[in-house]
């Protein structure tokens, strides 16, 4: 099972990014309106980055800080309040109701729970089954035989094509949303946050599940995560999020050895180390101070300023924009 198709070029220029670019997420504002009139919940809040073929690109905050938002309007499964999604050059900022079938092929989610995203109702044969036919992946006759391939590419056996997705533990049923993302050969999976919900015992095992296919099927993967250090052996490059923005975006290694956005460095200085060389590389000490304020009540100025220990006068009046650092390093802080 590979790719089917040849890439193209079909207007990468027209949108701002690159012909390696799979998906271009350009100005996206997604806000959510309150009880109270002309107030809103401003989720995400123009955001600009792109994911390029094969890459694996990790989005990391918060909770709160828009990260899961971001996935669902990329899917479509939230409307954009402004801004544009392109992928492999065609706009698909549109409702996944109004998408096209092959789009819904080659772009596929993985969710949190996997609880939630099975049918209780059907065996797995019959839920990975689904893809398979509504996109004619296989011949009619060979759908359940591919069904049990596709459950051997993750790790679990064919027979568990019999199974209900109750007989089975948390793992294997995230195992199973895995292998119905594969079933249709996408481009490129949204992963938001596919380990959080499991015990730490089988997380390992799942997160080596989809760095093998990544590299085994070359696709692009939007990992969302709270846990930055998962990231810094399978993402190739990081954007960290703050209350609907992105403050830094780096190569995985450029990240870890030069954090600039006093966000960043506070994340990586809370992340646990053991060895004498990460120990080495860990920066300054920074300390959460406060919470991460409402999403309704944006601070005025750079939205991290009451929580950054070095904010001064114009952190309080002006917001900073993301600028280029380094070669593909952005950041958004006016230290940097
Ligand atoms: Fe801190 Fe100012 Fe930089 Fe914001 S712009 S991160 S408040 S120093």
Same mark, same amino acid.
């Given at each position: 099972m590979g790719k089917q198709y040849m890439e193209t070029k079909n207007g990468y220029g027209q949108v701002g990014g690159k012909e390696e670019d799979v998906l271009i997420v350009r100005n996206m504002k997604k806000y959510f309106p309150t &009880?109270? &009139?002309?107030?809103? *919940? &401003?989720? *995400?809040?123009d955001i600009s980055f792109s994911v390029r073929f094969g890459e694996v690109i990790g989005l990391v905050g918060e909770s709160g800080s828009g990260k899961s938002t971001t996935a669902y309007v990329v899917m479509g499964m939230h409307n954009l309040t402004a801004g544009s999604v392109f992928f492999r050059g065609q706009d698909i900022s549109m409702p996944v109701s109004k998408r096209s079938l092959s789009l819904k092929r080659d772009l596929k989610i993985v969710f949190q729970d996997p609880g939630t995203s099975l049918n209780p109702q059907r065996n797995i044969g019959n839920i990975l089954s689904l893809p398979l036919k509504v996109h004619k992946i296989v011949p009619q006759n060979e759908v359940f035989e591919h069904a049990g391939k596709l459950l051997q590419m993750v790790g679990l056996t064919p027979e568990t094509i019999y199974k209900y997705p109750r007989s089975l533990g948390g793992g294997e049923r995230q195992l199973v949303a895995i292998a119905r993302a594969l079933a249709t050969n996408p481009t490129m999976m949204v992963l938001d946050e596919p380990t959080s919900s499991l015990d730490v015992s089988i997380q390992a095992k799942i997160i080596n599940t989809l760095i093998d296919l990544q590299k085994q099927f070359d696709m692009s993967y939007l990992f969302i995560t709270h846990d930055m250090s998962l990231m810094r052996n399978i993402a190739d490059r990081i954007a960290i999020m703050y209350l609907g923005r992105i403050v830094e975006m780096s190569p995985t290694k450029d990240f870890f050895l030069n954090p600039q956005h006093p966000y960043t460095k506070m994340l990586l200085s809370s992340i646990p180390v053991v060895l004498d060389a990460e120990k080495a590389l860990k920066p300054e000490k920074i300390e959460s101070r406060g919470e991460i304020p409402s999403p309704v009540n944006i601070p005025a100025g750079c939205r991290f300023n009451s929580r950054c220990p070095y904010a001064y006068d114009l952190c309080r009046s002006s917001e900073p924009i993301m600028r280029e650092f380094l070669p593909d390093h952005e950041v958004a802080c006016h230290l940097c």
């Open positions: &009880k109270t &009139k002309g107030s809103f *919940v &401003k989720a *995400v809040d």
